[in-house]
C-alpha cells in the first residue's frame, strides 16, 4: 500500500480509501460483511474510511462504528453532511443550525467523539460560505472535527470558499472529494487545477465508475440485476452515453489485457496515478470485491498504458456529463433562471 500526506494537513492516508455507501440497505451488505471488509482493509494497509450520514439515512455510519469500535485511533475516520435526511426541509444543507445538530448525530452514530474529516456532502446554495465555515471552524475548536473539506463541488466554489476562508481568517476546506475515473474526467480541465493551486487533498470517488470499470459490464454479457435496480438508466445500453461508456470499456480491457493487468487495476491505477489525487476510495459490496480492489494497492501504469487511455477517453472529458452532479442549480430549476 502507498502513502500520502492529505494536502496540507500532514497527515498520511492510503492511497485506496475505504468508501461505506454499500453498508447498509444500498449494497445489502450485512454487519458480519461491513465488519469483515473492514478487518481485511486495515490489514491491507488502508487506513482512511469514509461514509456520509444520508447512506442508508444514518445506517452506514452505524454499521462503521461497529465495525471500528476498540480501534478508533489507527483510522483515519471521515463522514459527510449536507443532502436531505428526510422531508423536513431543515434536515439539510450546510447552515450552521443543521450542521452543528447532524454532526452530534453523526457522532452518536459512529460511536466516536470526534472525526478527523468532516465534509459538505454537496455545494448548498442557499447558504453563504461565511456562515458554514465559521460553524466548521467552532466545531474544529470544540475538538469534535479535526479538519473539514468539500464534495463534489465545482471548481469556482471551491475557489470561493478559499477566499471566504482567507477574508473572514475562518478555517478552509482541507479536501475536495470529486467524482473522476477514466469515463469521467471532466475534473482535469477545472478542479484538479484548483485543488493543486491550494494544496487540498483530493480523496475520488467512483473510480470504478459505478461498476462500469470492474469488469462485470461488457459488451454481449448482462447486467447484473443489483445494478440495474439500483441505477436502471446509468446501464441502459440503449442511451448514447452508455452506448459510448460501453465501446470505451470494449477497447479499455484490450489496453488491460495487452499490460497484464484487470480492468480493476487499470481503473485504480489510473486515478492514483494523476499528481493532484491523494486517494481513490473503493465501495466494495462484499470481502471478495474488496480483496480485487486491494489488488490493485501498488499498481502503477506505465506511460504507455496512460497514453493508450489518453486514446480512448480524451484528457478532460466525461463521457456522461450529467452524473457529474455539481451542475449550477440554475440551470436545474427554471425558478433560478426567471424574474
Sequence with gaps: MQYRTLGRTGVQVSSLALGAMNFGSIGRTTQDDATAIVDAALEAGVNLIDTADMYGTGESEEMVGKAIAGRRDDIVLATKAGMPMDDERNHRGASRRWLVTELDNSLRRLGV??????????????????????????????????????STFPAYRIVEAQWAARQQRLGRYVTEQPSYSILQRGIERDVLPVTERYGLGVLAWSPLASGWLSGAVRAGREIATHRSAFMPERFDTSLPANRARLDAVERLAEVADGAGLTMIQLALGFVTAHPGVTSALIGPRTPAHLHSQLAAADTVLSADVLDAIDEIVAPGTDLAAHEKFDTPPALLDPALRRR
Design 113 to 150: 467523539d470526534h472525526v478527523d474529516l468532516y465534509q459538505i456532502h454537496r455545494w448548498d446554495p442557499a447558504t453563504s460560505d461565511e456562515e458554514t465555515l465559521a460553524a466548521l471552524t467552532d466545531l474544529q475548536r470544540a475538538g469534535k472535527i479535526r479538519y473539514f473539506g468539500s
